[in-house]
């Protein structure tokens, strides 16, 4: 989950319920040659989520409704300054490798209405060759505290080779749907008993590069 908001899941808000925070994400590719050498991400919070950051950060001090660039610089640095070890909840795998990620750049963020976005770019430690096969991405929380849905979409460009980007929304099965009911009864401060358990509700981007 992003790391600034890590310690939310304690306050005020619903008793009840898995998840707790919703965000819709976007992603983008930066391919070339067929070689993916990094990611495109845009998150945006939901309206109580974006309610708790201006608590948190102290955001708005005139109160006017409106973030300033210091507000703004704020948000983006909580939220992509990550330690080592963190990934930000992005699982990106091909043929049974995890892949790894560097550390977050480019990052800036921005409230147009009542949801606060977060943009950065999220390089690879080393480039990923998807001429040899697939890569699957998936944008999750472990533990289901955030819901994650990818609401958009940036394909490869064609000058990027043939290269495609095919999104495959999450669709609950009877024993997802049986679970799904199961995590929303939890309270904030119960854990899910299933490990990697968010990885069962995740959409999924399939890249593949001819």
């Known amino acids: 989950m992003p790391f600034l908001l890590l310690p939310l899941i304690g306050l005020t808000g619903p008793a009840l319920a898995h998840p707790h925070i919703f965000v819709d994400a976007e992603v983008g590719f930066d391919i070339e040659a067929a070689q ?3 990611l495109r ?5 939901d309206e109580f989520t974006t309610l708790v ?3 948190t950060l102290n955001l708005d001090t005139d109160g006017d409704g409106v ?8 948000v983006a640095a909580g939220e992509t300054e990550w330690p080592d070890g963190y990934n930000g909840d992005v699982y990106l795998e091909a043929g049974q ?12 963020a921005e409230m147009p209405g009542d949801k606060v976005t977060v943009r950065f770019d999220l390089p690879l430690k080393e480039p990923l060759d ?6 699957v991405l998936r944008l999750y929380d472990p533990y289901y505290y955030y819901a994650y849905t990818v609401t958009g979409l940036t394909k490869p460009e064609p000058g990027e080779g043939s290269c495609q980007a095919t999104l495959v929304p999450f669709q609950a099965d009877d024993a997802t749907a049986a ?3 199961q995590l929303a009864a939890l309270s904030r401060e119960e854990m899910p008993e299933q490990e990697n358990v968010g990885r069962l509700f995740a959409d999924e ?6």
């Open 53 to 55: 950051l201006f608590e």
């Open 36 to 38: 993916l050498t990094s």
């Open 97 to 108: 490798q995890v892949i790894a990620f560097g550390k977050p750049t480019n990052a800036s």
């Open 41 to 45: 991400i845009t998150w945006t919070y």
């Open 67 to 74: 973030l300033n660039a210091e507000d703004l610089a704020k």
């Open 130 to 135: 998807l001429s040899a096969g697939s890569a």
């Open 179 to 181: 679970l799904q009911d």
């Open 205 to 210: 981007i399939v890249l593949t590069c001819d």
